[in-house]
Structure formats: C-alpha cells, structure tokens
C-alpha cells in the first residue's frame, strides 16, 4: 500500500525523523491557513498524488508570497499531473502539501527495503540525492553505500558508523545521523514497509538533517496488524478495477493486453500468462482467484475481466485441488448466463472433479471453449488472439 508523502511525514515525525514544518491542504483556503501559521517565506506547495517525478510534471512549486501562494495552489488542486511515473494519463491532484522553505547546504539520499536476495534488510545511502537514484549507481557507484543489516538482530551501531563515514559526514552530523538512521529503521520494520525513502535527505546551513521528501510503501498482506494504517489508503489513487477485486479477495492487476486470464494460485498465473505470450497475445491482466475461491467469486472475477473494454478472449486455467472443478465451473456457468459471454472464453482443468466440471460446462448450452490440456489452451488462445 503505497501512502501519500504528507502521511509518511506524520510517521516520520511519530519516530522522530525531522521534516520540515508544514500541512495539507485541500483548497486554496485551507493551504493560506497553513501559510498564516508558518509565518514565513518562502514556502513550497507539493502535489500529493502516489507518483514520483512531481516536480519535472509542474507539480512543486516555490512561492514567495501570499499572492503566489494563492495562484499557484489554485493551479495545482485539481490540475492532472503528467509525470514518468503516471503514464501519459497522468492523476488528478486532490490535495498539496505546504512546507516552510529551507536553505539547502547538500542533498543526501537515505532508504530502506528488503533484500531477497540475502534475506536481510538492505539500507542505502548515497552522496548526492535530489535525483534518480538508479542514474547516480549507474553513473557513480561509488558515491552509492549499502549496509546489509540481519533482520534479526536489527540495525547496530556499525552499521550507523558506516553510514555516517559513507557519507562524509561532520562529527556533529555523524551524531544525528545515527540517530535518524536508526529511528528509520525502526519505522520501516514495527509498520512492516516495503520502502521507506527520504529523497532528499537535506543539510541544511544550520547543519540540522530534514528529511525534505518521505516515500513509503506496506505491505499490504501485514494491515491486519496495522488498523492504524489504514487510514492511510488512499482509493481514488488505486486502480478502481484493482480496488473493487480486492473487496472479494480476488488478487487482480491490470494489464495492457487483450487476453484476459483467471487462475487459482499465483505460480499457474505466471506460467499462463506465459502461454498466453508464447501463443503470440499479451495477457489483459493478473487475476489469481485462490485456493479458496466459491462460484461467487468466480462470477465477480470472470465480470471484473470482462469491465476491461480491451479484452478479446478469455483464458480460464484452473488446477483443482482446494477448489474443486465442478465449483469452477458452476462460477463459470454463473458468471456467463448473466453477462451474455460476449467475447470466446476458453477453459482448461485438471484435478479434483473435472468430469463433474467439464460435464457442467458442456450442459449449460454456452458458447464455451473446452481445452484438453496447455498446449491445446494456446493453439485456441492463439486462434482468439489472431482472429478475436
């Protein structure tokens, strides 16, 4: 779940991560009520949208006045803010966030994210911040510094000492950003992130560290143990598709192919959406429906491909241990009655009852595509794709 900068800000300040001062704003009132108690200039006005590259898209502004502050938060509530990061459809800005400016001395980087790889929790810090940090470890890896910290003994006093030496910092600095080294981690593993970023992470001429941009993520499978959290999510910055399916559990990503896809668990998704490839089309979505799935879920999830208006055909893949092929094909048989099958749907199962579930298939008196097995699923995908 990614969260908006303005509350990554409100957990930073809960762990004692310096920001600057500032607030959020919905109208053009409520950003001058926030300039009021600031009592200073200049400020920065900030559109909060979940995308990074804000400020390339005219989405950070710096105003010197109230007068600017004024046009300039008229001009950014509401704009569509085009960034690399939204795609040429960009986001509606619904909100800003006003900041006291500051007098920048240098500009660090500072993240958290786990490592796969090794199963530790990778931190990094670099010397220059403020830009794409991939260009900079492209460029000059040597200003890049990682610390591989062991999750269960959690983050150390070396591990803040190689950062502070890594960053060439003052010894006076070297003191705070131990300190807030150490508060981020903590962060990052008590709200179970998947990200937590400071971009840049700025010194300022009072040689204080503010963390002048904040980036989180949760993972969502973790929010059980955060209800606190969830006040954080923001659905109108989601895909409204993705949204709707995750009501019923149903784990769906959209694409942008024209072969839709459903399947029960996530390594046979992968593997069809392989198949829906090498058959020479480009799958229309990730939909794993689960081991648990009823003929209910079934329905929704067959009509949550089917709200994409680019989707030509219909791969259904079901293995079926948990979730019986009969049940399948009962959801299956639900779903199509009530939407009419307006595009071909090709089924391939395999398991616990699938005579029962072929048999239900070929009774309902519905144009549907029984496949034997993979390879004769994507020679019909493929026909479907060619000819849809």
Excluded at 93 to 103: A, I, S
Aim: proline residues 4%; hydrophobic residues 40%; contains cysteine.
């Amino acid at each position: 779940m990614k969260i908006h900068e303005y509350q990554a800000k409100e957990l930073f300040r809960k762990y004692s991560i310096p920001t600057p001062e500032g607030g959020v704003a919905k109208t053009i009132e409520e950003a001058v009520l926030i300039a009021k108690t600031i009592k200073s200039y200049p400020l920065v006005i900030k559109a909060q949208i979940h995308a990074g590259g804000r400020g390339k898209g005219g989405g950070v502004k710096v105003v010197n006045s109230l007068t600017e502050l004024k046009k300039t938060a008229e001009k950014i509530i509401g704009m569509t803010l085009v960034t690399p990061q939204t795609g040429p459809e960009g986001k509606v800005v619904g909100k800003v966030l006003v900041e006291k400016g500051l007098t920048i001395k240098k500009e660090l980087y500072l993240s958290i994210l786990p490592d796969r790889a090794t199963a530790k929790i990778m931190i990094i810090a670099s010397l220059e911040g403020g830009m794409n940090i991939e260009e900079v470890a492209a460029k000059t890896p040597e200003k890049i510094i990682k610390i591989s910290v062991n999750p269960l003994t959690g983050i150390e006093p070396g591990h803040c000492r190689d950062i502070a030496s890594g960053l060439k910092l003052s010894p006076a600095l070297r003191t705070k950003i131990s300190a807030l080294s150490s508060n981020l981690y903590r962060l990052f593993v008590e709200c179970d992130c998947t990200l937590v970023e400071i971009n840049p992470l700025v010194i300022t001429e009072n040689e204080e560290l503010i963390a002048l941009d904040a980036k989180m993520t949760i993972d969502d499978n973790a929010l059980f143990r955060h209800k606190d959290l969830e006040k954080y999510r923001d659905i109108t910055e989601e895909d409204p598709v993705e949204a709707e399916a995750a009501k019923y559990n149903l784990n769906y990503i959209s694409l942008d192919g024209t072969i839709g896809n459903m399947v029960n668990g996530a390594g046979l998704a992968m593997a069809t959406m392989d198949i829906i490839k090498q058959a020479g089309a480009n799958p229309a979505n990730f939909l794993d429906v689960g081991g648990g799935a009823d003929a209910e879920m079934i329905e929704k999830g067959f009509k949550i491909i089917l709200s994409d208006k680019n989707v030509k055909g219909i791969l259904i893949n079901i293995f079926g241990g948990i979730l019986r092929c009969d049940v399948l094909a009962k959801g299956v048989v639900q779903a199509a009655k009530k939407t009419g099958v307006p595009v071909p749907v090709v089924v391939r199962m395999e398991g616990t009852n699938v005579k029962k579930g072929t048999k239900i298939l070929a009774d309902s008196d519905l144009n549907l595509i029984t496949a034997l097995d993979l390879k004769d699923a994507a020679e019909k995908i493929a026909a479907i794709a060619k000819h849809p």
